[in-house]
């Protein structure tokens, strides 16, 4: 009989932002069965309950922990940072999911524009927030899944908030590409050991398409037939980004292809541009009373 190796491995803490759902959820279950530590974040408490039954399903319940949020309020994602922190030393990962599309223009109760306070300023706020817990781990990672690659759409400089004319596409496109600009500005930090990985899963069997007209749904659930990837599939090069973080600050990769980090979408000036206005507009929200 061969002699089995003992499994030396360290588990690792993984927080998954949008882990109740999609290739967030897949994660989550599948880096508990690996053994890890996984914190799911979400807004739907019902979507929470059916992750952790599922968990307990397959005999990982122990291992994964649902934090409610609303991670569309600068409020909720700054409590959910300091809820997690207080539990956690140290993280081994961030994985940066959660996304819904917004037909029209909604605000936040905080006055911003709906996507780009989820899509975008979320991730954000839990890349830094989280970045002295990241910090103490042996090999830090950031993922955050988005669209990296695509040239359509531009942060919207004169008009971030979109007043002047709003798109459910150009508000994806726009949060897509200032996730981009996140990961240049954060890894461009000087002393920084967190790896940041930029990924685009690729159009997958994901997506909670409610929000959308009824022929907008009907055109995608179609389309995904024939063209979208498992989720499993999608979420095969993330364990690798967890397991073997990159060896260098950025990475950019389209599915399986490692892209140039002198994509025009990927440029420091805009990335310090977005920081910069990243900063002064949550200046402009400061944090509630007694959060500090
Ligand atoms: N699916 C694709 O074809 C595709 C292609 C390219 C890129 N992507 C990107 O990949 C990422 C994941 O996509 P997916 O298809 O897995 O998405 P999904 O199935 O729709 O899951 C989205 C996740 O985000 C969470 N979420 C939404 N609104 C939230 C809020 N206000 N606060 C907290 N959590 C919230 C959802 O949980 P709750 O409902 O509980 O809030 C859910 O866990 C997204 O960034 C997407 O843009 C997807």
Same mark, same amino acid.
């Given at each position: 009989?061969? +002699? ?6 360290? $588990? ?61 309020? +600068? ?69 955050? +899944?988005?669209? +990296? ?95 073997? $973080?990159?060896?260098? $600050? ?35 929200? $400061? ?6």
């Amino acid at each position: 009989m061969p +002699v089995q190796e003992p499994n030396t491995r360290k $588990p690792a803490v993984i927080v998954i932002s949008g882990g109740t759902d999609g290739m967030g959820r897949a994660l989550a279950l599948a880096r508990a069965e690996r053994g890890d530590r996984v914190v799911a974040l979400g807004s739907n408490p019902a979507k929470g309950r059916h992750l952790i039954d599922e968990a307990d399903r397959i005999g990982v319940a122990d291992r994964v922990r649902f934090l409610q949020a609303d991670l569309s309020s +600068v409020a909720a994602t700054r409590q959910a940072i300091r809820q997690i922190g207080a539990r956690h030393e140290a993280i081994d990962a961030l994985c940066l999911f959660a996304n819904r599309q917004s037909p029209k223009r909604a605000t936040t109760p905080e006055g911003l524009e709906r996507t780009f306070a989820l899509y975008y300023l979320s991730r954000y706020l839990l890349s830094h927030g989280l970045s002295p817990q990241l910090r103490r781990s042996r090999a830090p990672v950031i993922v955050n +899944v988005a669209g +990296v690659g695509m040239t359509k759409g531009a942060v919207s400089w004169g008009d971030l908030q979109l007043e002047r004319k709003y798109s459910t596409i150009g508000a994806q496109l726009q949060a897509g590409r200032a996730n981009d600009l996140l990961g240049v500005a954060y890894a461009a930090q000087p002393h920084n050991p967190i790896r940041y990985v930029l990924y685009h899963p690729g159009f997958t069997k994901s997506g909670d398409l409610s929000p959308l007209p009824t022929a907008a749904r009907l055109f995608i659930r179609a389309a995904a037939k024939v063209a979208a990837r498992p989720v499993e599939q999608s979420i095969a090069p993330v364990h690798g980004f967890i397991d073997s $973080p990159p060896p260098v $600050p950025l990475v950019a990769i389209d599915r399986g292809t490692s892209l140039p980090l002198t994509l025009r979408t990927l440029d420091p000036a805009d990335a310090e541009r977005l920081a910069e206005a990243t900063r002064a507009l949550l200046d402009t929200i $400061p944090p509630a009373p007694g959060a500090e």
